[in-house]
C-alpha cells in the first residue's frame, strides 16, 4: 500500500491508513497508536523537508512472527550526518530535528539510509509478540 | 478542519477532532490564544479525547498554546490524553512538562477551579 | 515424449507424469473414499486416539481430514491444508487432544491409503514404484503440515494463556476513591513491563484514579530497560493526570534509576507501602482541606 505524502493532509491520510493495517494484522490497540505516531514523524519530515515523498506500507512474516513494515522514502535534500541525527539528545523540549531517536524507540526495526543530496529511506517494523 | 471552542463560564473549551493536520493545529493554537484575550478567559481545556496520535509536533504545539495563554493571565488544562496515546507518546519521549493534564472534561474544570480559587466550582470531598 | 534427451525436457516429462499419476492416485483415493474413511477411523479407535472425541465428532472430523488431505495430493498446493488444520486445533486443542494424536492420525492416514494403492497395483510393480513415487513426497509433505499447523496454533493458545496469568498476576487494587495500588511482585521482563503499563494506564481511566501508589518492595532487582519503563510508565501516567508514588525502592533499584540518568528527587517515592498510601490520601486529602478553608472561618 502506497501513500504519496505532498502535504498536510496526506500525514493523516498515512498514519490512517498505517492503523487500519495493523488492525488488520492483528496488533492490540496500544500497538496501534505506536504504529501511527511512527508513520505520522516520517511522514511529517518528508512534508517539512523533502517536499514530497511516499509511505509504503506493508504486511510482513519473519519465522512466523507477524508484522508490519512502513518504508518512508524521499528524494530530498538527504541527511548528511546519519550518526548525528540518530544522537538521543535527552532535551526536556523531545522531538526536536527530526524525531528519529524517537521513532527508532517506538518500533522494533529501524534502518534508515541517507546522503547528501540522495534523499532518505527509513524502513521501520513492529512485530507481533 | 475547525475545531469547535466553547465558552462555558470563565473558560473556553476547545473540543478536537481525530483527524488533526499540521495546519489544523496551528491554527487551533492562533484561535485559542485570541478567543482567550477577547472574552477574557480564565482558563482553557483542551479536550483531546478524540486524538489517536499525538506526535512530536502537537505535543510542541500543545506546550506553545499553554505558553501562550499563560502569558496572557490564564491556565491551560489538556484533557483526555488516551492510555495508548500517552504510552506512545513517552516512548517517543515526548513529555508535556510544565502543562498542566487531567483525565477529562470534568477533571479539567476541577482543576481549574481550584487553581483559580473558584468557590462557585462544585467540588467532591473524599473521605 | 519427444527423442531430444534435453534435460529440461525430460524433468518437464517427469513432472506431467508425476501429476498424471497424482491424477489417477486422487481419483482412486476419491473413488474408495468410503471405504479407506472407515478404515481410517476403525484405525484411529484401535490406537486409542482422539478418545477427546465422540464417534460422531470423530468421524466428522475424519471425513474432513481426508477430503481436504486428497485436496492437497490433488493440487499440490498446501495453503488451505494449512488453513484447515489451524482450524481444526483450535477446535480441538481445548478438548485435550495432543500433538502426538494429531501426528498420529495423519501417519495413519497416510498408511491406510499406502496400503490402498499397495492392494491395487499390487500386480503391476513398476507402476505401483512409480504411483509411490507420486505418493510419497506429497503425503509426508502433508504430515508436516498437519503438524506444523497444530504446534503453531498451540503455542500461540499457550502463549494467550500465559497473558492472561501475567494479568492475573498484576492486580490493580482500587483502594479508595480515586486511589489505585499497583502491587508488584517478583522479577519483571519487558513484556511483563509493558502489560503493568497498560493495566495501570486503564486502571488510571477506569477508576479515574488520582493516585497510583505502585509498590516494588517485592521486585528483587530491575535491569536498565525496565528501568526506563517503569520511568515511562510514571511519564504516561501524569498524562492522564494522575500522580504515581513509588514505594518499595529498594537501594539496588534505586541505583539502576541514578545510573539510567533518573533525578530521584523529582520521583515521588516513599518507603513503605503503607507510607505511600498515607501520602497518597494526604495528596487526595490535601485539597479537601483546602476548600473547606473558608467553611472553618466563617464558623
Redesign the interface.
Known sequence: MRVSIDCDSDVVAARQKGRELASQCGFPS?DLAVVATAISELARNIVRYAIRGEIILRLVQND?KKGIEVVANDDGPGIPDVGLAMQDG?STSGGLGLGLPGTRRLMDDFEITSDFGKGTTVTIRRWR? | MQVPILKQGAYLIATVQSALTDEDLKQLRDTLVLQVSKVRARGVIVDVTALDVIDSFATRTLRDVAYMIRLRGAETVI?G?Q?EV??S???LGL??EGVA????LE?GLA?LG?KGKN?DQE?R??? | MSGSRDVATVTQARLETTASRLRELVAHLRHQRAQLREEWARLITEAKLLTAMTKEELFAEATSVYDNYVEALETGTYEALQAYARNLSERIIPRGVETHEVVGIVLLLRDVLARSLFATYHEDFNKLNRILDAYEPAANRIAATVAVGFV?ERERII?EQQEAIRELSTPVLQV???LLILPIIGVIDP?RA?QL??QL??G??TN?A?VVVLDITGVPYIDSPVANHLV??V????????TVIVTGLSPEIAQTLVNI?VDLGKMNTVGDLQGGIEEAERL??Y??V???E?VAHSA
Do not use: C, N, W
Open positions: 496500544t512466523g535527552y509478540r | 484533557v490524553i492510555p500517552a504510552f507518546m513517552v516512548k513529555t508535556l493534564t487531567s483525565l477529562d477533571e482543576y481550584r468557590h467540588v470531598a473524599h473521605r | 503453531q502463549r479508595r476513591e480515586r513484556q509493558r503499563t497498560e494506564l486503564r488510571i481511566r479515574r488520582k515511562q510508565t511519564e504516561a501516567a501524569r498524562l492522564l493526570g494522575a540518568g487526595l486529602g485539597k479537601v483546602l476548600m473547606q473558608p
